[in-house]
């Protein structure tokens, strides 16, 4: 395997492992990451996994496009797309656990399948701003992302929208992902921490 794996923006490329924070602002701005970050998985013949909030899966696969390398992509399945509603909120609340083991079945299973080498995965974060059970530890589980993420060659991209998102959640962020996508540049984050150093502070930091 490549020790750098494109992006999809022009100039851009990630590392195995890579955990990224995409801070974007509407939909505008989440297609322009989105779209070219499939794009370039469904060319370089990667594992794709799509799970989507305020897209729906159709219209995602009308703006990939109806060129033959899209088709076979749908029709073979090296990208699966799915609603917030049949991950993160299964049974109409958010358990880490149950989402990271989520995560673990879909990379793996193809992965060990022989069928593919590399897996890149997104998640469309807005569901977290739903009142439902569970959701407070949005935080806690984008941290222990950082435990799973070594355990197969895979990246995965977290996708924000910085005009539904506030400022103490996007801290919280900061210090939760190794990289971010901001404003077409991909940086290394000098705020981040490591998961038993961000959960022991963030735990010390809620009210008893």
């Not at 322009?32 to 897209?55: F, N, T, W």
């Not at 088709?71 to 993160?88: I, K, L």
């Not at 083991?101 to 069928?115: C, E, K, Q, R, Y």
């Not at 910085?162 to 991909?186: A, E, N």
């Amino acid at each position: 395997m490549t020790a750098t794996i494109e992006l999809g923006l022009p100039g851009l490329s990630m590392s195995p492992g890579d955990h990224i924070c995409a801070f974007y602002r509407g939909s505008v701005g989440r297609d322009e990451v989105l779209l070219p970050y499939l794009r370039a998985g469904i060319d370089a013949g990667d594992k794709c996994i799509a799970v989507l909030d305020q897209v729906e899966p159709d219209d995602l696969w009308a703006e990939l496009g109806s060129d033959e390398a899209t088709g076979h992509a749908h029709d073979s399945h090296q990208v699966d797309v799915m609603r917030s509603t049949e991950t993160y909120l299964r049974d109409g609340a958010f358990s880490k656990d149950s989402m990271i083991d989520f995560w673990n079945t879909a990379i793996s299973v193809p992965l060990d399948s022989g069928d593919y080498t590399f897996a890149r995965s997104l998640g469309e974060m807005t569901w977290a701003l739903r009142q439902l059970p569970g959701v407070e530890g949005l935080v806690e589980y984008e941290s222990e992302l950082n435990r799973f993420l070594p355990q197969y060659p895979q990246v995965i991209l977290c996708l924000y929208d910085l005009d539904l998102f506030d400022g103490r959640v996007v801290v919280d962020l900061l210090r939760t992902h190794p990289k971010l996508l901001l404003c077409g540049s991909l940086l290394d984050n000098p705020y981040y921490l490591e998961p038993d150093e961000f959960l022991a502070s963030y735990a010390g930091s809620q009210p008893t």
